[in-house]
């Protein structure tokens, strides 16, 4: 059966307001009374689990205004994805430590740029670990929703994700099923490599409104489902059993037309619902930016659009959990355990 109310979870930490995976970001999120956070993961040189959107840092970190590191900048094949810049694997972690975190979108988040090298990078031990200690805190269960990013590309250059991810859950205590825990990526396989390690937690397969999970691609090539068949009915069909439910683009939700006009919500969320499954959705924010064009308002893309008129028909659907980067609106919006 569906949530009473969505799990509000703080996307990043609270990145509308501080620099995402920052310590402080995190720390707002948690007294702003979300459900859960997210945390994305990518591995060091060393093979540290650290808390980045990417593997490529130079968005989101001051790596490349330091000049010990200027000969680390190279070229990469990422997902099949051409990159330049810095990537964490390149680092050790005692080097990463020593980064700042960035605000990664200053011209919609001029406020939380405002803490640009104030911080330093995290690693996913410190995450777990001031989450377990906010719930002490405030005497409540806070979850943890664990992306983890670019299994297949680690495996690559030589590092069993699954494996770091095991050793490090059961190191902080959160691999028997103590603490709320979710586990979610792009690729499926990482999923099954988790769940046959015996971590108790949910399992969550991440669906982009297009392309093929680079997992299968690699595996089948041109062969390969795309998101999108894997949300519809025969898709979700085969997912009944092997994972716990999707988390969609709100894009595959609200089905908006060419006019940027909102024409869900789709059968998705009822389609996964009819099959055992939850259905969680990525992002919903507030600014313009992100809101379907018919939505947006004043006040250039960091405005505040009519967000809550995108939001009601998400949670009208039925949804199950959103992530949300503002999640004093979310909790307010969304409802709150707190």
């Not at 859950?169 to 103590?178: H, I, K, S, V």
């Not at 988790?194 to 971590?199: D, L, N, S, T």
């Not at 505040?304 to 503002?326: C, N, P, T």
């Amino acid at each position: 059966m569906p949530r009473r109310r969505p799990l509000v979870i703080g996307h990043r930490g609270a990145p509308g307001y501080r620099p995402e995976h920052s310590r402080s970001s995190y720390d707002l999120a948690l007294q702003m009374g979300v459900d859960a956070v997210e945390p994305d993961i990518v591995v060091s040189r060393d093979g540290v689990l650290v808390v980045r959107h990417e593997n490529e840092i130079s968005g989101t970190t001051d790596v490349a205004d330091r000049p010990e590191f200027a000969d680390r900048r190279t070229r990469k094949r990422v997902d099949g994805i051409e990159l330049t810049g810095w990537f964490t694997e390149d680092f050790t972690w005692e080097e990463l430590s020593t980064l700042r975190c960035r605000e990664r979108l200053p011209d919609v988040r001029p406020h939380s740029a405002t803490f640009d090298d104030r911080q330093p990078v995290l690693r996913l031990r410190d995450v777990l670990d001031l989450v377990r200690a906010g719930g002490l805190a405030q005497g409540r269960e806070i979850g943890v929703v664990l992306e983890v990013k670019h299994p297949t590309y680690f495996a690559s250059v030589g590092w069993d994700v699954a494996a770091l991810i095991e050793d490090e859950l059961r190191a902080a205590g959160w691999a028997d099923g103590e603490l709320p825990l979710i586990v979610e990526s792009f690729e499926s396989t990482l999923l099954q490599d988790v769940k046959q390690r015996g971590i108790r937690g949910s399992y969550i397969y991440l669906l982009e409104a297009s392309g093929s999970p680079f997992d299968l691609v690699a595996a089948r090539g041109a062969a390969a489902p795309t998101y999108r068949a894997t949300a519809a009915p025969a898709g979700l069909d085969a997912l009944a059993g092997l994972v716990d439910g999707i988390s969609v683009d709100k894009r595959m939700i609200l089905a908006p037309d060419k006019l940027g006009r909102i024409t869900g919500p789709s059968p998705v969320i009822a389609d996964a619902h009819a099959r055992g499954l939850r259905v969680f959705t990525w992002t919903c924010r507030p600014e313009n930016r992100f809101l379907v064009r018919s939505l947006r308002r004043g006040g250039g893309p960091g405005g505040y659009g009519d967000y809550e008129s995108e939001w009601a028909v998400i949670r009208d659907a039925g949804i199950d959990g959103v992530f949300v980067d503002h999640p004093d609106l979310g909790v307010d919006f969304f409802g709150s355990s707190v």
